[in-house]
């Protein structure tokens, strides 16, 4: 089992930043591929950005490349994500997740999911 705690979202105007964090327990989470999601109100849950086990592959959506980076630091435990130039189709509720697969293209159907942080832009 692994229990995912996300913390950093909040309100910020458009062009500014956050550092999502999420801090992860159980079992061994260096073997673990993290990633983060995104849900909006009427939208589908979307999958933001994902990091391999040791962190040399990464993903991002088009909606975020250039703009977010995750990044990871396995001997904290924890899972980053840093968000620049948020735009008013950021806002969301943020959830990390982990895959066993360790890779980062996995589909993340492990089922570990944080609560959810919620970012908010305004503009």
């Known amino acids: 089992q692994v229990q995912l705690v996300e913390s950093g979202g909040g309100l910020v105007q458009a062009g500014s930043s956050l550092r999502l964090s999420c801090a992860a327990s159980?079992?061994?989470?260096?073997?673990?591929?993290m990633g983060w999601f995104r849900q909006a109100p009427g939208k589908e849950r979307e999958r933001v950005a994902a990091?391999?086990?040791?962190?040399?592959?990464?993903y991002y959506a088009d909606s975020v490349k250039g703009r977010f980076t995750i990044s990871r630091e396995n001997a904290k435990n924890t899972v980053y994500l840093q968000m620049n130039n948020l735009k008013p189709e950021d806002p969301a509720i943020y959830y990390c997740a982990a895959d066993v697969s360790g890779t980062a293209t996995s589909r993340f159907t492990s089922g570990y999911w944080g609560q959810g942080t919620q970012v908010t832009v305004s503009s």
């Open positions: 159980g079992r061994p989470f260096r073997s673990y591929a």
């Open positions: 990091i391999n086990w040791s962190g040399s592959v990464t």
